[in-house]
């Protein structure tokens, strides 16, 4: 689901998705129970937030926070 929208390297395949490689685990975890629990409301994350476990959350909360990217600063 999430790579639809976010990559499955965390970076966003469409222009309103926000890049979520390298994201604090912490901050995705708690972001996407918000969208779980209704605090937050998202016409996609909610409905998407609403169909994952706890465990789905952290799981996803440590993939994408363990993916690292890099970027090259042109000279």
């Given amino acids: 689901m999430c790579q639809t ?5 965390g970076i966003a395949k469409i222009p309103l998705a926000p890049h979520i490689a390298g994201e604090s685990e912490l901050y995705l975890r708690s972001r996407l129970e918000a969208y779980r629990s ?10 998407v937030a609403k169909t994952l476990s706890d465990e789905d959350i952290a799981d996803l909360a440590a993939w994408y926070a363990s993916v ?3 970027a090259q600063i042109p000279e």
Avoid at 5 to 9: P, T
Avoid at 38 to 47: A, K, P
Wanted: some cysteine.
């Fill in 5 to 9: 929208c976010h990559g499955l390297d």
């Fill in 68 to 70: 690292r990217i890099s």
């Fill in 38 to 47: 209704g605090e937050i409301e998202h016409e996609m994350m909610s409905l």
